[in-house]
């Protein structure tokens, strides 16, 4: 099907996930670029491929909307451009998900932070990433840049970190909770079966409220500065505790 005006109503429709309410709402986010596509089709959870016309391209199992380069410049977010988007459903999770070696994110805002530990998360081999309610939005189109596709790949969860950290405590998984006060040297931390590695919030750390709930305090050891970009310790941390 070929589209060419700005007021189409499927392109009105596809605007609006680009805010993430409308994206709650409906269930449903943008990608662009041919290898998130490509991941996202791995996935299972592309609808439909939106393309500049006349562009061949790969996906011709789902439905196809050719447009032109201005409706793709009304929906796409990336600074560089692209001539091809795909909508894809959210996937469905549960407390079921959430497996043995999970990683947590308390108050974690910067999305590219959030994006280099979901990536580094499924490629160390972790289960699962949580995330409180009020860290960045997953389907932030810089958070799924970001993870180059890993976000597709590995249960990514938003709930009440309090609720999840219980649950977990519940199945008998240690919470290990990144803090530079009254905590362990990280090569000093023995690798539980179970565990949940916590990591706070970019400027406040993790939170005192989740800090009480964990079982261990851990820090990494370091010359000169005090602390490390969230992302940094994180992959440090999960590198640390990997199979």
């Known amino acids: 099907m070929e589209i060419t005006s700005l007021t189409n109503a499927k392109v009105k429709q596809w605007a609006k996930y680009k805010e993430k309410k409308y994206r709650e709402k409906e269930r449903r986010f943008l990608i662009e670029g041919e290898h998130l596509i490509e991941e996202a089709v791995r996935a299972n959870l592309v609808e439909c491929i ?3 016309r006349e562009k061949p391209h790969p996906f011709q199992q789902f439905p196809v909307y050719e447009v032109t380069p201005e409706i793709l410049r009304k929906l796409e977010s990336s600074v560089s451009g692209t001539w091809i988007m795909a909508v894809c459903h959210m996937p469905q999770y549960s407390e079921a998900d959430y497996g043995q070696r999970v990683i947590v994110l308390d108050d974690v805002q910067d999305p590219g932070n959030v994006g280099t530990i979901i990536r580094t998360a499924l ?6 990433v949580l995330l409180s309610a009020h860290s960045c939005d997953i389907y932030n ?17 938003r709930g009440d970190v309090h609720a999840m950290l219980m ?77």
């Open 50 to 52: 939106i393309v500049e």
């Open 123 to 128: 490629s160390f081999g972790y289960d699962a």
């Open 141 to 157: 189109e810089k958070v799924i840049r970001s993870t180059q596709g890993a976000l597709f790949h590995i249960p990514v969860i």
């Open 167 to 243: 649950e977990l405590k519940q199945r008998g998984s240690r919470i290990l909770a990144t803090s530079l006060h009254n905590a362990s040297a990280l090569r000093e931390v023995a690798v539980p079966e179970a565990f949940a590695l916590v990591f706070g919030n970019e400027g406040k750390g993790v939170s005192e409220e989740v800090l009480r709930l964990a079982d261990t305090h851990v820090f990494i050891e370091m010359h000169t500065f005090e602390s490390l970009n969230v992302a940094v310790a994180a992959g440090i941390c999960m590198y640390a505790f990997k199979k």
